[in-house]
């Protein structure tokens, strides 16, 4: 019996000629720690600028996310915090728990069209992390904090200030994010929008249709695989 290859199932998204993901507990697991690191990065430097204690930063920190989407933009706006003084936090972070990831690094790369890191961390963290993570080189361009102006996800004016810097067409674009919020904005836009990572139902499909152009996925690189491996049928000869 012959079989013959037929062009790959991509659900919704055969017109995406644009790729936007997030970079942390997205591009990586939670579980290897380095979104603890930047948690305890961030409260310690809410401990050392307020005196206070643990307990302290943490309310402190969810005040100002409430508030302000961001804790960088919450201490910018509440005290004249300067944000490389802030950003310095992420230098002392320990890279080395990342790991190369060739099965999504293979599937970034099979991708048709333009690929961008959206992130409201710092460049430095960026050129930190791909490296390690074995995703290096696979991108267009990268979008940070201070590239967005000090605005950060989920605030609209970072969105339209990277739409105009990589002039992005949102109806042939996807954006991937492990927050809900986050996606918020990209949906009014006009792109198509994936939450990342959670954990799936025994036996659960490796993505969930949300919505039309709204995806629930758990194991990204195994979906963006889906995206452009060829399918294979029996043939009826």
């Not at 970034?108 to 890191?117: C, D, E, S, Y």
């Not at 992130?119 to 361009?141: C, I, K, W």
């Not at 609209?156 to 990589?166: A, K, Q």
Request: proline residues 7%; aromatic residues 10%.
């Amino acid at each position: 019996m012959l079989c013959h290859k037929t062009p790959p199932h991509r659900p919704g998204l055969a017109d995406v000629d644009t790729w936007v993901l997030d970079l942390d507990d997205t591009l990586y697991p939670p579980s290897n720690g380095l979104a603890a690191q930047l948690t305890a990065g961030i409260r310690g430097y809410l401990i050392e600028y307020f005196g206070t204690d643990e307990a302290g930063a943490r309310r402190i920190q969810a005040e100002l996310v409430a508030s302000h989407g961001t804790t960088l933009r919450g201490l910018m706006t509440t005290e004249g915090v300067q944000a490389d003084d802030y950003l310095r936090f992420e230098r002392r972070l320990d890279y080395s728990v990342l790991r190369p990831d060739t099965v999504l690094a293979e599937a970034i790369k099979a991708l048709p069209g333009r690929k961008f890191v959206f992130t409201n961390g710092s460049a430095y963290h960026v050129e930190q992390a791909l490296p390690r993570l074995g995703l290096a080189g696979l991108f267009d361009g990268h979008f940070d904090i201070v590239t967005g102006g000090l605005t950060p996800k989920p605030y609209r004016e970072s969105y339209d200030r990277f739409v105009e810097r990589f002039a992005i067409e949102p109806a042939t674009t996807a954006f991937f994010d492990d927050r809900a919020v986050n996606l918020t904005v990209p949906e009014e836009l006009g792109m198509a929008t994936v939450l990342v990572g959670g954990e799936a139902e025994p036996g659960t499909a490796q993505y969930q249709v949300l919505a039309p152009r709204r995806w629930r996925v758990w194991d990204l690189p195994a979906f963006l695989h889906s995206l452009t491996a060829p399918a294979v049928r029996p043939s009826t000869m």
